[in-house]
Structures are given as C-alpha cells and as structure tokens.
C-alpha cells in the first residue's frame, strides 16, 4: 500500500466530507495473495501481494462507462509468430509490471467516472478514511480499457500505426532511427513485439 501512495495512485479523504453522490461510489477493496512456486520443484520463491478493487459491486454508467478493452485475435499472434519463423526475426513476450497503475485515466475516450475505496481487511487505517483512486486498479471494469487506450496513444506517439485489421496491433515501419519494422500485440498487459 505504501508503494500506491508513493506513486500517487490514492489520495485520502474522510467519508464524513464525501457529498451524498460520492458516497455512493465507495467500494470495497482487498489483498490478492498468491505464492510464486519454482517451476521444476514446486518450492515457494516468493509471495505476491495484489490490492484488488471489488469491481463487482460497480455498475456500469455508475463507477464505468465501458469495459471494453480490444485484445487480438489468436490469429494475429498466429501470424506473428509464422513470420518471425518464416524470415528468421527476432520475437519478444513482454510482461508489463504493474501493468494497470502505469495506465492514465485521461487517455479514455470518455470521462473515467470519479470512485473511492475503503481499506482492505487488514490494512490499518483510521477509521472513516476512505481513498480516491487516481489511478486504475486491478478489478475495476475499466482498468484492462484505460491500459489500452494508454498503450495506444503511447504507440502512436513513437512511430506505430493500428494495424488494418486489430484494434491492439500495431506497426512500424523502418525510417533512419530504426532501419527494421517492428510490429507488436498487446492482450492486456502482455505483449509480442
């Protein structure tokens, strides 16, 4: 929890100073604990710990107005990996850490509604206090929406192109900063450049 402070991800507000209508977008939150196991001895290497909106109590037009997001086909990956194949090129899986609190709200086409959260079970915390969410966060309906939307203007702004036919495809053709075309896929957080 400290890390989403540092990264300005919350702001805090009393519940008694929320308006009625503010009110009305608190919900609740939890820790996500999952234990990260090597792979060939199944022994545990480390604990991954997750704060976790409780996007189902939110309705759409309420706390969301779409949850859309775009994802490739299998197809394009499909294609993607016959070509690196095919004309022996390079291929990159890459993971984006902290994938959602690195998206930006503004980026969405339409207006990220505003919304709060009360402390996870567990978390000491005065009592009243509620967050602002500034940031989006893993089990909010709009948070993988906000992460492309992200993803898409940062593209863009490089030199990558939507491909004709996926939403989350993207290409760049080779100009003297770059002598190779690059095309990548993104499926939420995990991409193939």
């Not at 949850?67 to 299998?74: D, L």
């Not at 899986?93 to 009360?118: H, M, T, Y």
């Not at 009592?127 to 906000?146: D, F, I, M, N, T």
Request: hydrophobic share 40%; with cysteine.
């Amino acid at each position: 929890m400290e890390g989403l402070f540092r990264r300005g991800c919350f702001k805090k507000h009393l519940l008694l100073d929320l308006t009625p209508a503010q009110r009305k977008c608190v919900y609740g939150s939890r820790f996500h604990h999952k234990i990260k196991r090597n792979t060939k001895t199944g022994v545990a290497k480390s604990l991954k710990t997750r704060l976790v909106v409780m996007g189902n109590q939110m309705k759409k037009g309420e706390a969301y107005i779409d949850a859309f997001a775009p994802v490739p086909r299998s197809t394009a990956g499909q294609i993607m990996m016959s070509l690196a194949a095919a004309l022996d090129l390079e291929m990159h899986c890459v993971d984006f850490s902290q994938a959602f609190i690195q998206a930006d709200w503004a980026a969405l086409p339409e207006k990220a509604p505003q919304f709060f959260i009360r402390p996870p079970s567990g978390w000491k915390e005065e009592e009243g206090v509620v967050y602002e969410c500034l940031q989006p966060l893993y089990g909010h309906p709009a948070s993988s929406r906000c992460l492309h939307f992200t993803v898409d203007k940062w593209m863009k702004s490089e030199g990558f192109v939507q491909s004709g036919f996926e939403d989350s495809v993207w290409i760049r053709q080779p100009d003297e900063l770059l002598p190779h075309a690059i095309l990548m896929s993104a499926h939420i957080d995990d991409t193939l450049i």
